[in-house]
């Protein structure tokens, strides 16, 4: 069994092992690329004497389904729209059992007699009322005879308010 001291070390190390294995590291840029390689490909590409633009682009796996997807807006189309428009998009979003659901979807759950296994998302009239709203508001589509799934268009965006949200 060893010393004190000896088991101690050796808890130690098993220690540092799992924190370096747990934390997570963003991956370091390579030499041809700046740490902000997205927006330096933007500003190429805005004209200097402009407002500038947003730009969202993703590359995501899930479920076995690849999804590749960019988008960008100027900020004097941004700030010209009516955001109230965005209000039922936005609201869908704003409920627990409906997040849960769009998660639930991209994992690979797109039944409804799958989802409703799931005790958390309640009765089968809430579930559907959910998948209305979600429906409604272009983050789910029907793949017919009670399946669902997110519109690869929408995977990205989603992901994307995701991650915004979370800061």
């Not at 050796?10 to 963003?26: F, W």
């Not at 004497?49 to 993703?58: I, K």
């Not at 999804?67 to 004097?76: K, P, S």
């Not at 958390?120 to 272009?138: D, K, N, P, V």
């Amino acid at each position: 069994m060893g010393t004190v001291e000896e088991r101690l070390a050796a808890l130690e190390e098993q220690v540092t092992a799992l924190n370096e294995r747990l934390t997570p590291t963003a991956p370091a840029p390579t030499d041809s690329e700046g740490v902000f390689w997205a927006l330096d490909g933007l500003k190429q590409r805005l004209p200097s004497d402009g407002t500038g633009a947003v730009l969202y682009t993703g590359t995501v796996r899930v479920a076995g389904q690849h999804y590749d997807w960019q988008y960008g807006r100027t900020v004097d189309d941004v700030l010209a729209a009516d955001w109230t428009e965005l209000a039922t998009t936005l609201s869908a979003l704003a409920h627990p059992v409906r997040l849960r659901l769009l998660r639930e979807i991209l994992d690979g759950r797109q039944s409804t007699s799958e989802l409703a296994e799931i005790e958390e998302l309640g009765t089968t009239g809430q579930l559907h009322h959910h998948l209305r709203q979600i429906t409604a508001a272009g983050w789910l589509r029907s793949a017919g005879r009670g399946r669902w799934s997110v519109p690869a268009e929408r995977v990205v965006p989603l992901l994307t308010i995701l991650t915004a949200a979370g800061r």
